[in-house]
T-cell receptor, first 113, second 114 residues
Framework: AQSVTQLDSQVPVFEEAPVELRCNYS??????LFWYVQYPNQGLQLLLK??????LVKGINGFEAEFNKSQTSFHLRKPSVHISDTAEYFC???????????FGRGTSLIVHP | DAGVIQSPRHEVTEMGQEVTLRCKPI?????LFWYRQTMMRGLELLIY????????DSGMPEDRFSAKMPNASFSTLKIQPSEPRDSAVYFC????????????FGPGTRLTVL
């Protein structure tokens, strides 16, 4: 079985500050990892994904995430956030062989001017 | 590609009425998922289809909920009879299949049951 934990339900930050959204997973097999973003009144859309290879993955809108197998983490980072980054962010994991991803509860990123 | 299309975008109905939500996945995708999102419970997977066949419906709340996928380009989620606790945003997502493929979500249907 696979599971995902997003430790922070809400992360407030000021504009132009760096941000890290945390994600930890558990799985007994190899995994594929995803970050999705949901803007108000919209569906989720992919920010980035880790399948294999380099542990540092770059996505859209200046976001990046680092896969750490020993710590079973896949934290999302951005060096300087904008007001427009205010949204809900979801971490998801798919274990090899499972076509059904498991989503975390989401982290609400609130960027203040 | 127009992406995943859902209709209606908003639905307001009265308790006891039948509600049908519709989804058109991205052409060529063979996996389709229905989710429900609420503040209390977050994002919940209701049912998963692969090649039009329901594979996992363990998330369907109860017999009032049913889902069909008569062909590769159309799926419905039906609630009969509807109850106020069914109020939520319902998302449809499609994928190219395989655990390495991301899901593409539709804009959702906001359902309000009075």
């Amino acid at each position: 079985a696979q599971s995902v934990t997003q430790l922070d339900s809400q992360v407030p930050v000021f504009e132009e500050a760096p941000v890290e959204l945390r994600c930890n997973y558990s799985s007994s097999v190899s995994v594929y990892l995803f970050w999705y973003v949901q803007y108000p009144n919209q569906g989720l859309q992919l920010l980035l994904k880790y399948l294999s290879g380099s542990t540092l993955v770059k996505g859209i809108n200046g976001f990046e995430a680092e896969f750490n197998k020993s710590q079973t983490s896949f934290h999302l980072r951005k060096p300087s956030v904008h007001i427009s980054d205010t949204a809900e962010y979801f971490c998801a994991v798919s274990a090899g062989g499972s076509y059904i991803p498991t989503f975390g509860r989401g982290t609400s990123l609130i960027v203040h001017p | 590609d127009a992406g995943v299309i859902q209709s209606p975008r908003h639905e307001v109905t009265e308790m006891g009425q039948e509600v049908t939500l519709r989804c058109k996945p991205i052409s060529g995708h063979n996996s389709l998922f229905w989710y429900r999102q609420t503040m209390m419970r977050g994002l919940e997977l209701l049912i998963y289809f692969n090649n039009n066949v329901p594979i996992d419906d363990s998330g369907m709340p109860e017999d009032r909920f049913s889902a069909k996928m008569p062909n590769a380009s159309f799926s419905t989620l039906k609630i009969q009879p509807s109850e106020p606790r069914d109020s939520a945003v319902y998302f449809c997502a499609s994928s190219g299949g395989g655990s390495y493929n991301e899901q593409f979500f539709g804009p959702g249907t906001r359902l309000t049951v009075l």
